[in-house]
């Protein structure tokens, strides 16, 4: 049985912009952008993993996030559950607290990049509702 994996996500979005991670080489789908987050623990709810995961990640506090959309991906090695939160407003300024590249893109930036396969449903959600 496939390992099953839970996944807070946020799609950052200001003044028109997303803020994206790149995936460090040695990571699984390593190279990649990626919207920031991981892995929701068992005892929080996406809301509270996705705080913890972007004040880790990026140096940032959130001051309010919504649902956008989630989704299930097949890996060959294991199942992820994706929870994507839509967040306008947050305290501090973002860095790659752990090393990573971040970079704002505007939406027509968005298809000339490489995400994890996963993202792709989401990317034509962004492309025809932000």
Do not use: C
């Not at 649902?67 to 501090?92: C, M, W």
């Amino acid at each position: 049985m496939k390992k099953h994996i839970r996944v807070a996500a946020a799609i950052i979005y200001r003044d028109g912009k997303f803020l994206l991670s790149k995936r460090k080489d040695d990571q699984h789908q390593g190279g990649k952008w990626e919207f920031p987050g991981g892995k929701i623990e068992s005892d929080e709810t996406p809301e509270m993993a996705l705080e913890r995961e972007l004040r880790e990640e990026l140096g940032i506090e959130v001051e309010n996030q919504q649902h956008f959309t989630s989704l299930d991906f097949e890996y060959p090695e294991k199942h992820v559950s994706l929870i994507f939160q839509l967040v306008r407003n947050y305290a501090g300024d973002e860095s790659g607290m752990e090393g990573q590249d971040i970079n704002w893109f505007d939406k027509t930036q968005l298809s000339e990049l490489t995400f994890p396969d996963a993202n792709v449903p989401v990317l034509n959600k962004i492309q025809s509702e932000l």
